[in-house]
């Protein structure tokens, strides 16, 4: 889980390679560095810390760079070995230097054997070891390209590298086995490899995701790929983008978070419109997709996913149920993967993840792909690997996201189950029944339903442009509890899986203690935390779940809890027992509420982050696509 750039052409490579680096942050950022060519001879930069250590290291070497015009950068979040400077790449073997990105699972053997020979590696990682390896092969005659596929095969485990040597300068040979790499042409004579598409951006939008297995190889002349078990050569056809390098800098927000929590709602209507084909009548007009078949003929779902993405299919499960009647289940993906699952016969697995490479979850769909279930993946990046080896896909359409927190990734990922779950409400002809318990509420119809999702993004917007006082709700509620205990998030039903992604939110980026608790849990053991020094963030919408999660709210108040309320704007009563209160608008629907309550959990803890003066973009110990299990 790092993040890889490469460069050869006629531009100043450096600089390409460190804005390369900063663009790829969010996948690693404890140590980073530089490799590249001078005057014929590799050089090495690099530094534990952010990249700024490593640009600092470059001030004052001008003329050692000025001529560099081929190199490899990376940026680390540690596996193996503590995030030093010795641990950092790129790693030099001789007249060969590397980066690497992933896991080399046999790497005790490796390194066992190459001491056997003499090799003396210097840093803690299993990454330097295969540097050795290509060094041994360069020195038992074969040339870089040859070097590196032999010495690949020794490796197990899935991971990407890139690798130079003194012995063919100008020349830049990256393989794809696992964690993921994209290719382009420089339009101005080159080649630009990196982990993502993101650095290669600025240059082109043509851009070539690897497939496993691939070497590619970049010079001044452009690109060639080759078979990396047979050295054969092959076809590579690129993909035209659309994200747009704006897209990709702050825009004159502070953080890439908050400009990300702004830009939610473009990202429901791109996403919405990605999904849908409008032109059609029909409420929840699905585009014809091979996606869309799999999910009408399937007999049950199982969502698996992680972190955010599993809070989003947890939700996709209350919808699915609710709208189609259909039986979901939603697993975490590294649970499910080491267990003995069963799944229905028919069952459709689906795997969501924003950045479409998270390993557990690539593994679950692997698996039940070979025990012969159909899948069908979610994901924000076009050409990840989720997109090519579920079955069928579908997208989001956030745009990419930086900041480590997911924020409209995880919107956009609600509002594609949201459809789903009112497609397949459609297509199953489900009754629009009153929710459980209250039978006297009025379910409107899909077409309503419909109607007022398209109104969602612009509901949002206004509930961050704060006329109604959401956002100064937030903001003060969390100056005045910037230094309490701990947080419990506490809702039920729709409201339930927001509480899980308030509590994750604030955890990740303020790295203050929060729970997010299914309000009628809390009696079943964590009451007995409660006390003056704990808030409660109790999530209490104008919905069917409402007075059951008030009366909750008592409980906690009883116990001596500061009491951050959400709930409509009119709940006098629920403003009333709170300490404070952050209003809602209301919805024709609740099933639509938790988008405005998402809006406000994510600025709570934005906030609060703040406050604490943490890295918002880049929390501690975090990266954002988690390529290892
Ligand atoms: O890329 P994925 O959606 O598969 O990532 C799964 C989690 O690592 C991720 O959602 C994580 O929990 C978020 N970055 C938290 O904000």
């Not at 690997?385 to 079955?391: C, F, K, M, V, Y």
């Not at 205990?485 to 039903?493: L, Q």
């Not at 938790?594 to 890295?615: N, R």
Request: net charge neutral; with cysteine.
């Amino acid at each position: 889980m790092c993040g890889i750039v490469g460069y050869v052409g006629k531009r100043p490579a450096i600089d390409i390679l460190l804005k390369g680096l900063k663009r790829l942050e969010y996948r690693g950022y404890d140590s980073a560095g530089v490799a590249f060519f001078s005057r014929g001879k590799l050089e090495v930069r690099k530094s534990q810390g952010k990249l700024e250590n490593v640009e600092r290291l470059m001030d004052g070497s001008s003329e050692l760079f000025a001529d560099a015009h081929c190199g490899i950068g990376h940026t680390r979040w540690a596996t193996h070995g503590k995030p030093t400077t010795q641990n950092a790449h790129p790693h030099r073997a001789g007249h060969v230097v590397i980066v690497h990105n992933g896991i080399i699972e046999n790497y005790q053997e490796i390194k066992a054997e190459l001491i056997s020979r003499g090799h003396k590696p210097e840093s803690e990682t299993d990454s330097e070891l295969f540097g050795f390896l290509v060094l041994e092969a360069m020195e038992k005659g074969q040339d870089l390209v040859t070097a590196v596929r032999t010495s690949f095969a020794h490796l197990e485990g899935a991971c990407s590298v890139v690798v130079m040597s003194e012995r063919e300068p100008g020349k830049v040979v990256g393989v794809r086995n696992g964690s993921p790499m994209a290719a382009a042409f420089d339009p101005q004579g080159g080649a630009i490899l990196a982990s993502d598409a993101q650095p290669i951006l600025e240059y082109t939008k043509e851009v070539i995701f690897l497939e496993n297995g691939d070497v590619v190889v970049g010079t001044e002349k452009g690109l060639a790929f080759f078979d990396l078990k047979t050295g054969a050569p092959l076809d590579r056809v690129g993909e035209i983008l659309d994200w747009s390098v704006d897209k990709i800098d702050k825009g004159g927000f502070p953080h890439f978070m908050l400009k990300e929590i702004h830009e939610q709602p473009a990202a429901l209507v791109d996403t919405l419109n990605g999904i849908m084909d409008r032109v059609k009548t029909n409420p929840f007009p699905l585009a014809a997709q091979p996606g869309a078949d799999l999910l009408r003929t399937a007999k049950e779902i199982t969502f698996v996913a992680c972190g955010t993405s599993w809070h989003a299919a947890l939700l996709g499960k209350y919808w699915i149920e609710r709208f189609a009647r259909i039986p979901v289940n939603v697993e975490l993906a590294s649970e499910f993967r080491y267990r003995d699952p069963v799944l229905a016969p028919g069952a459709l697995v689906i795997g969501m993840s924003q950045s479409g490479e998270t390993a557990d979850t690539l593994a679950v769909i692997r698996d039940v792909k070979k025990r012969g279930f159909k899948t069908l993946g979610l994901t924000n990046v076009r050409g990840s690997t989720l997109s090519r080896e579920a079955d069928a896909i579908f997208y989001t359409s956030a745009g990419p996201e930086i900041g480590v927190a997911a924020t409209k990734t995880f919107t956009t990922q609600m509002l594609a189950v949201l459809l789903w779950a009112g497609y397949l409400g459609i297509e199953h002809k489900a009754p629009r029944t009153s929710p459980a318990g209250t039978p006297n509420a009025k379910p409107i119809s899909f077409e309503e339903l419909f109607h007022e999702i398209v109104k969602l993004p612009h509901q949002i917007k206004e509930c961050l442009d704060d006329p109604q006082g959401m956002i100064t709700a937030v903001r003060s509620a969390a100056k005045q509890l910037q230094n309490i205990k701990g947080f419990f998030f506490i809702g039920r039903g729709f409201s339930y899986p927001i509480a899980l992604e308030g509590a994750l939110k604030l955890k990740e980026i303020a790295y203050v203690h929060a729970e997010g608790y299914a309000a009628g849990e809390l009696k079943h053991g964590p009451i007995a935390m409660i006390d003056q020094d704990m808030a409660v963030v109790v999530l209490a919408p104008q919905d069917s779940w409402r007075d059951k999660t008030v009366s909750n709210l008592e409980e906690v108040k009883a116990r001596g809890a500061k009491i951050v309320a959400i709930g409509g704007t009119h709940d006098q009563n629920l403003k009333n027992l709170s300490d404070f209160w952050i209003p809602l608008p209301a919805q024709k629907d609740e099933s639509l509420l938790p988008f405005l309550m998402t809006a406000a959990v994510q600025m709570l803890s934005y906030e609060l982050a703040l406050l604490k003066g943490t890295d918002v973009d880049k929390p501690r110990n975090l990266a954002k696509s988690v390529t290892v299990e």
